[in-house]
């Protein structure tokens, strides 16, 4: 806060309700400095300063993040954001708005003040705000761990008036603002419970009592092991093979020949593998998300060792759509995405340099790098004519934007292909940096036309079952669930609907 702000209380007017309320926070400030806590004395002065520029709150989110379930990985996401937007709100607007002075420290005991006390206006209280806003935040996204974070947010909370520095009336205040800053931070990303389960067709799948007949293929590369661990406990008989990366294939085919129902724990590049081996052999897929992403999981509403193990105990199961590409001699299938164009470049580039330098970092020099070469666009045809086309996105089902989160299926089994370009031109546009570095997301969009004219200067996307591709250069990258092969001439897109069964833990 800077100094010139007046900490002073203006003279009010006459107001008789304002004046009653006012009266009763200060003496409910009285009955509380007067009271006798148990227990709070080495508690609550220690949790108030440990609350001081959200360091309790960061490391408690670091020590939920720490359990590395992906709901818990949400939860301190989410709340962290909720208490950033509080505190900004806080800092901007609310101690600015209401200049109130803090209460006077005679009725409280000299034992519970703080080191140091606070300078700025009372009213509202921050540490409350920030309290709530996380705890909210957390709970809003998983209920178990809002309920391990609740008491020791309304712990910091009190503490305020437990330590003489705010009245009754702020701390409340702090609080309800805390919450709506959480609550508007689900509606800009709406949490996964908000979308619900994808709603696919149901599918016959055997019921496998404690997993007996199932055989997980489990990528020891994803650092998946904890994972493994809890579906083992879920399913005691389940046979479990850990591998190396260079042997998924083989595994995936071996326990094709002796499963009654196939399972892998990996990224969606081995996802898609196992996929194609069950597909081949008319197994049901159970799958456990094990990689950094795991979009095919995630949209699956499978989380976890617990939902699937329940899912495959009780033979819930659904059926969804798969997509496949024709070059030449060679066929393959995608779960997620496929894209031609700049971003498989990215990706081949971002995966050279991330093992010397560390994701993110590689994510950017690879796009810098990509943009800065000189290079023509791709030259497509679609529905018949020729386009240049910077970047070419195919989703197996349509993306939908949820608020400002990245897109996601809500229906895997639509039958569709979400097909997104960026046009060609002399040189990339902004728009193609953009969606280089989010990846396959969905852009804001215009219809493709049969006209080859756009109405769009950059981009455009339409909805189609099958999509062909002629003219590719030789050498051309495409990228698939995360795998980046060459391809060269005509390609043909295509939807196979509902053509594989994987279990999922039903509502």
């Known amino acids: 806060m800077s100094p010139d702000v007046d900490l002073t209380l203006p003279k009010p007017g006459r107001h008789a309700l304002r004046d009653r309320l006012l009266a009763l926070d200060s003496r409910l400030f009285e009955i509380a400095a007067e009271r006798n806590w148990p227990f709070a004395e080495p508690v609550l002065p220690r949790l108030s300063r440990g609350a001081n520029h959200g360091v309790l709150w960061f490391a408690t989110a ?4 720490a359990t590395r379930t992906p709901r818990a990985r949400r939860a301190a996401a989410r709340g962290l954001a909720s208490l950033a937007l509080a505190s900004l709100t806080i800092n901007t607007l609310g101690k600015r708005s209401v200049r109130r002075p803090r209460p006077r420290l005679d009725p409280v005991p000299a034992v519970r003040h703080l080191r140091r006390q606070p300078v700025t206006t009372s009213f509202p209280s921050g540490h409350a705000a920030s309290a709530a806003a996380f705890a909210a935040g957390v709970a809003l996204e998983s209920p178990s761990w809002g309920a391990v974070v609740a008491p020791v947010a309304f712990s910091v909370a009190m503490s305020r008036v437990y330590t003489g520095v705010h009245f009754p009336s702020d701390v409340l205040a702090g609080a309800a603002l805390g919450v709506g800053a959480a609550f508007v931070v689900r509606g800009l990303v709406p949490t996964r419970a908000q979308t619900g389960p994808p709603p ?3 599918a016959e799948a055997p019921a496998l009592p404690d997993g007996d007949g199932l055989v997980v293929v489990a990528n020891r590369a994803s650092g998946s092991s904890d994972r493994v661990r809890a579906l083992r406990d879920e ?6 093979v850990e591998c190396a990366p260079g042997e998924v294939k ?16 990996g990224g969606d590049g081995t996802v898609n593998a196992a996929a194609h081996i069950a597909l081949r052999h008319g197994l049901p897929l159970a799958v456990l ?6 979009h095919f999981a995630y949209d699956l509403s499978v989380e976890g060792g617990r939902g699937l193990g329940r899912a495959v105990r009780e033979g819930e199961a659904v059926r969804v759509d798969l997509g496949r590409f024709v070059c030449g001699d060679r066929t393959g299938i995608f779960l997620n ?28 020099l690879a796009a810098l790098r990509v943009l800065r070469t000189d290079r023509h666009p791709l030259q497509v045809e679609l529905r018949g004519r020729t386009h240049p086309l910077w970047l070419l996105f195919v989703g197996n089902c349509v993306y939908h934007r949820m608020g400002l989160a990245p897109g996601r299926r809500t229906d895997l089994a639509d039958g569709q292909l979400d097909v997104r370009v960026v046009h060609g031109g002399r040189h990339p546009a902004l728009s193609l940096l953009s969606a280089a570095l989010a990846g396959p997301l969905p852009l804001p969009h215009s219809r493709l036309p049969a006209s080859g004219r756009y109405p769009h200067p950059a981009r455009a996307e339409t909805r189609v079952s099958r999509l062909r591709l002629t003219g590719i250069a030789p050498g051309t ?8 092969i060459d391809v060269a001439g005509e390609m043909t897109v295509e939807k196979l609907p509902q053509a594989l069964t994987v279990y999922r833990p039903l509502p």
Request: charge should be positive.
């Open 235 to 240: 399913l005691p008989k389940a046979e479990l």
């Open 62 to 65: 670091a020590a939920v993040a």
């Open 477 to 484: 990258p495409l990228a698939y669930d995360g795998e980046v």
């Open 337 to 364: 995405t496929l894209s031609l164009g700049v971003y498989p470049e990215l990706v081949r580039d971002r995966e050279r340099w991330a093992p010397r330098i560390g994701g993110w970092p590689a994510q950017v």
């Open 200 to 202: 696919q067709p149901r």
């Open 289 to 294: 998300p094990g990689g950094t992403l795991n």
């Open 250 to 265: 083989e595994e995936l085919a071996k326990a094709a020949l002796r499963a009654r129902a196939l399972g892998v724990c």
